[in-house]
């Protein structure tokens, strides 16, 4: 019966009423600045690039899985020439293979976790 209120409730509130709470958003953790992107990049090398500044802005436990073989494969999932980019412009690595740019940004963002609390 409890619940039954408490959905008619809702569904006043939200449907009827239009009513709605605005949606929690977090703010940047990280301050991260990029230099200027190189003019030889894609299209898509660029939008790679503006995930990955995005998700290392933001909360990682948010972001990522707490499964570290998770959270790499997410970060792998951007291309390779963005994931150079970024490495070099946070100076976390210097390696050419995905699966190495993705543990390095992932560990980047563990080291400023650590150093904020």
Excluded at 10 to 28: D, V
Excluded at 100 to 113: F, H, M, S, T
Aim: proline share 5%; net charge positive.
């Amino acid at each position: 019966m409890h619940n039954l209120f408490l959905g008619l409730i809702k569904e006043h509130f939200s449907g009827i009423l239009g009513i709605t709470p605005a949606p929690y958003r977090e703010n940047a953790v990280i301050s991260l600045t990029l230099g200027f992107l190189p003019p030889d990049l894609s299209e898509n090398d660029v939008k790679g690039v503006e995930k990955l500044k995005r998700w290392l802005k933001a909360p990682s436990a948010l972001t990522f899985s707490p499964d570290r073989v998770k959270a790499v494969e997410k970060l792998k999932g951007v291309n390779l020439r963005s994931l150079d980019f970024v490495c070099k412009q946070i100076q976390c690595s210097l390696n050419y293979t995905k699966t190495d740019l993705a543990i390095a940004l992932l560990d980047w963002v563990g080291l400023w976790v650590f150093i904020s609390h």
